[in-house]
């Protein structure tokens, strides 16, 4: 059997082997209930990817099993971690993936790392499919000198520090400074400009530790540079976060109108979204402010501003060679059309000087364990439509499919095509046929390693402690980022 799934799940293989993809979820249902057989499935990461994944295959199959596996020892990934404490509407998804793990087939298992704790092949040795949902972590350098000077930090690693993933909270960023800059022009570069400028008591009631808080607070950057290496027609943030940024209380906009001569022609032809941003971008640069907004802008203690067409080239030392005191940006120029457009470096250059860099140029996925194809280039694992290329009964979803980028509601798409993927295989009989132990084994192997995991009620003892913890301060919660505390509060040693 593994023989015959081996030479069946090479690449060429797919196109023969693929079943026909016009089945409709009712019919599985219908189909699966005549069979006996208790698929068990795992997924690694918790986050959207993997939650939406595990609601795909739950809801459409009616035995299925589904045992999540998650490094952190908290659920929910990036929706926890990444996205902004004051955006508290796109949390929301948290309850869908309660509902989830509250299923009795589902089972969430917190605190293991997969490829440390427990390995891939030990989990395929255990279920009959395994997937991979474990996101992109690492971020791109900036590969320029001086980026390891202090001052300099990855801009996951500062949203990680705001909003409570333990890995950051020794980051202390000095926010003595007047000016930051940040590198990158997406919706994280926002994100991160939006919680330097916002006066610190607008987020009181959000999720936002206390530390952060305490540290914004007594914050001095004023202003807030947000540099892309390309023009204002490619920027990747999107129209809400750019016009949360104009309406910034106590801020205002410094976009120079020079950098959109001639754009209201060029964006005719472009798609709708693009043209929307582009016009607001537009308006904001070059149209004189009302009445009140001018009353605003006059009130205004604190801006933000983009630069474009231009590339980081080195972080600038202060005179004791410790800290940095700006950057240095190359000028450049666009070539090449459309999206494929191209920044390259016109020789001049421009120094800007800042106390705190924010690089935010992307991210990616690492190789989590050695028996992994990995893509080293594109950073995703190599797959077809979510089946992981030559290992039969692995696949991939969300950013570690895909590459990362794409909001949650992509990820969920994607997610629910890689969990159709699998029901096809199974389906078709390409997934091992026997019973597999599933948790049982895998329970055992972590108990012998030492490995304490958190199931999903131990997840909500501590959501518990933390809604309760942030209730006098009026907060939603008040993360717990101390894993020790945290393995203390459910009664384990630490
Ligand atoms: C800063 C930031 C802000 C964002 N804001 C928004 C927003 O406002 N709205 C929106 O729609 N989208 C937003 N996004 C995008 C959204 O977060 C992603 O689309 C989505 O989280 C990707 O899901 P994922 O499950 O692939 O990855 P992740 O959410 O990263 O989940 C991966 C999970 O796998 C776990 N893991 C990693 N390695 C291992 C291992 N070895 N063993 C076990 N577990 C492991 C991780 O701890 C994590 O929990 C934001 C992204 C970022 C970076």
Redesign the pocket.
Known sequence: MALRCGRWWRRPAWSRTRPPPARSPLSFCRLFSTQELTPQICV???????FYTAQHLLKHHPRARVDI????LVPF???RF???PD?PE?KNVINTFTQTARSDRCAFWGN????RDVSVPELREAYHAVVL???A?DHQALEIPGEELSGVFSA?AF?GWYNGLPENQELAPDLSCDTAVILGQG??AL?VARILLTPPEHLEKTDITEAALGALRQSRVKTVWIVGRRGPLQVAFTIKELREMIQLPGTQSILDPADFLGLQDRIKEAPRPRRRLTELLLRTATEKPGVEGAACQAVASRSWGLRFFRSPQQVLPSPDGQRAAGIRLAVTRLEGAGEATKAVTTGDTEDLPCGLVLSSIGYKSRP?DPSLPFDLTLGVIPNMEGRVVDIPGLYCS???KQGPT??????MNDSFLTGQALLQDLQAGLLPSGPRPGYAAIEALLSGRGVRPVSFSDWEKLDAEEVSRGRGAGKPREKLVDPQEMLRLLGSGA
């Not at 596996?69 to 952190?72: A, I, L, R, S």
């Not at 293991?112 to 490829?115: K, L, S």
């Not at 794409?406 to 990820?411: E, K, L, P, Q, S």
Request: aromatic fraction near 8%; charged fraction near 10%.
């Open positions: 690694v990461g918790s986050g959207p990817a993997g596996y998650e490094k952190q990934g990036l929706v990444g996205v902004a955006h796109v293991v790392v997969v490829g949902s474990y996101g972590e996951r949203v919706n994280v994100d989590i969300g950013w570690v794409g909001v949650i509601a992509t990820t």
